[in-house]
């Protein structure tokens, strides 16, 4: 289904192109990319994009006086560099988005990201329904998934997300949006059914399992934020009245190969009993609650999210690309049950993360967040590498030059504690201490 995406995209450009008028250009606004629009308005183009260069600088310090770490880890790095084509016709209602992600990682532990990062096609049955085919960002995610990465009021998004969200899922998508009569209550309801193996990593990857099922319902009591608020963090419009949205969201993943839903193929599970060798593949059940609060300059944003693990067979034996050899089938499970195995490879347990900041009139913006992740006693959230750091504290200021975010510079102090991280000397070994980084991040965007 995958190397699909592009011809089904080609296709639409093509259909629009040749059944609107002339297409011209539209005023400028840097920021807001630019706009192609036929003279009859029923055919809109807009090309934008955006870079971040970003700086970094971390540092360890552990609870014990034996065990010292002076190094300073510095980097540099592109952190986000998009290129997004999105435009839509008002008859016969089609829209689509394709959006390329041209930095060489996205994810903290140095994964190298996917270029194709938005590739969908949408059709509007209705005014306040629609249905997409592609690959585009997950309902069932935490919501700040769903809000622009050149929005976001600290530097980079919280470690709930990067601890259990999907970033991308190729599927079926349906948005939609219920106004309550005699009052100002907006419900919109969001339902998909995908791969459950995340963005398009590889064209040709094996599809492993079943299918994801997901869906996310919100509730906006006083109306729609102004100016798609709702996907933006900081309330740059300075909301007049108080806008608030209460979202729950949830998914069930059937038959997983890896440790969230961001890939496949990663962990493989059998049951191999004499003519009997089909997958035994965990299902993963994921939920949350979001609220999203916005007045005046002021905005809160609250996320809570748990992940839980089911099994409906046995397993026998495993093979995964991480072990000494990813082609060879095994019954070694390091000491553990099968089932208790596979726990330790899976993102299990919850998430909490609190932020809030507060945007003055001359566009500096102050803000602060508190992230707290709670591991099951076996998960690979207790990974000293990259996680085991279960509190994170952050404080962020930003100074935005428009308010279209075509310009901005950001620095943020993430102090991480109770942590049990790695020294360089040790190997794998873990020691209790604390996990200091500071991040300074310049933002261009036309």
Known sequence: ????????????????????????????????????????????????GYSQSLFE??????????????????????????????????????????????????????????????????????KYYRISFGQKSSPSDNIELLMASNTLQLTERSRVTSAFANIREIGFFVDGRNNIAGSKMVIKPSLSITSGDGYGFKSISKDYGGLKYGGRINFLPFGLFRNFGQFRQVDMVRELTPKLLIGFNGSYNVGMSSR??????????????????????????????????KFRGFSILAEFVQSKVGFSDSITHRNDRYGDNPESIITNFRGYSPQDYVRTQLMLGTGLNIQAGYLFKNLISVDGRITILNPDDLSFMNNTLYYNRNKYYEIGFSKYFTKNYSFKIQASYRFADEAIIRHPNFGNLGFNGNESTFYLMVQAAF
Not at 27 to 42: E, K, Q, R, V, W
Not at 92 to 109: H, T
Not at 269 to 285: A, F, G, Q, R, V
């Open 260 to 293: 969230r839903g961001r890939r496949n193929g990663d962990f493989l599970y059998y049951k191999i009993e004499s003519s009997d060798t089909s997958y035994s593949l965990p299902n993963y059940l994921k939920y949350g609650l979001d609220v999203l609060f």
């Open 1 to 48: 289904m995958k190397k699909f995406i592009p011809l089904l995209f080609f296709q639409i450009l093509f259909f629009g192109k040749f059944s609107s008028q002339d297409l011209l250009l539209g005023d400028y606004i840097p920021g807001n990319g630019l706009t192609f629009a036929s003279s009859d308005d029923n055919y809109k183009v807009v090309l934008r």
């Open 57 to 126: 600088s971390r540092r360890m310090s552990y609870d014990s006086s034996g065990i010292i770490n002076k190094n300073t880890y510095n980097r540099f790095r592109a952190r986000r560099v998009r290129l997004r084509l999105s435009g839509k016709q008002l008859y016969p209602g089609f829209s689509y988005r394709l959006q390329l992600n041209l930095a060489e990682s996205e994810a903290d532990n140095d994964q190298l990201s996917n270029i194709l990062w938005d590739a969908w096609i949408g059709y509007n049955v209705n």
